[in-house]
């Protein structure tokens, strides 16, 4: 079987990636919602796979993985490779989960970090509604992450927050040493959603990046005996293109609560230090970032040798990302815990994505589906309707 084409067309705010074959079968990927600017860097790597068997997916990969980095530029590389094992499991009529060792566990646990309601502003009884909103949620979540602190608009909302600049704008720009107040501020959000979900859901707190450690200290041991699940990306994390893996040690050695981070981080080789010095308890890695979903899976199983917890990333990958998390968290081992749920936007995405359950999460568990590769379709004659002018020949072999 050989390449014949390498596509991409944005559907919706998502790129959407498309391999074609000289056998009639394709694969898809697909990338997050907030990365429409890939598909020219997807492009970049079509000629250097043409021509190729996609079903050797590694010998594939071997050709592109080194030209990419962390997030965002980790997304097309790993869109491809999750395309590729599309194809490879439907060639060989096999879901994907038995190409990487067969399924571990029947339905995946999920965690709700794509279900959002609008937050009335950033006090803590908004925080304590907020959470109330998403334990009522159809999903019946087991476990709810929250963006605090530096991870959400509140240095922006609350006067003297920290000791530096409020920088405006996305992805997490804030960094330094919180005021009192602001700590104080932090503190009691937290306790509110607490005092909503009790020990009924678990709470997780999606934080930076942007503490400085002592502050990273200060939170992790003000909320041991809080039972929260983890604290992510205190230090660096969400679009910072390095890890600092000895200063996150320095700050899961001294407290009880579980420390995670990795959800930018591109390949096996930048979770090494991570993980050898066991420096967080928990890794999130997304296999739309990390270089796909055997490098996911192998990650995974490395952390489990040195005793640490897997919670995929994957709020923002839509429903063939979904697919795709579905397939790869089948197969790991019993340190993995849940993986962050993909909600897709427009609503209509539901409707040209054939071959999920209905309802896709029942009590915080997603049914793991048999159908050969993703498991799931495309339907292109719905979808067509919703391509861009540039891209209306994505569908064509
Ligand atoms: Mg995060």
Redo the contacts with the bound molecule.
Sequence with gaps: MKITDLKCALIGNYPVVRITTDEGIDGYGQAEWFKPFLKPHVLFYRDMILGEDPTNVERVMMRIRRMASFKPWGAAVSAIEVALWDIAGKAAGLPIYKLLGGKVRDKVRVYN?GVRFPMNGYDPEHFAENVAKMKEAKEGFSLI?Q?IAF?SPTPSHVDNYFYGEVQPGGRHPNRGLMTEKGFKHTLRCIEAMKEILGDEVGLAL?CGPGFVIPDALRLAKAVEGMNIAWL??LLT??YTPYVMADQYREVTRQTSTPIHTG?QIYLRQNFRELIETNAVNII?PDPLDIGGIAELKWVSEYADLHGILMAP?G?ADGLIGLAALVQVSATLGQNYIAFEYPTATPEWWYDIVEGLPNPIVKDSFIEVWDRPGLGITLNSKEAQKYLREEDKDFFRA
């Design positions: 970090g992450k963006a991870h999606d992510e990306d994390g969400d959800e999130g990333h709020t």
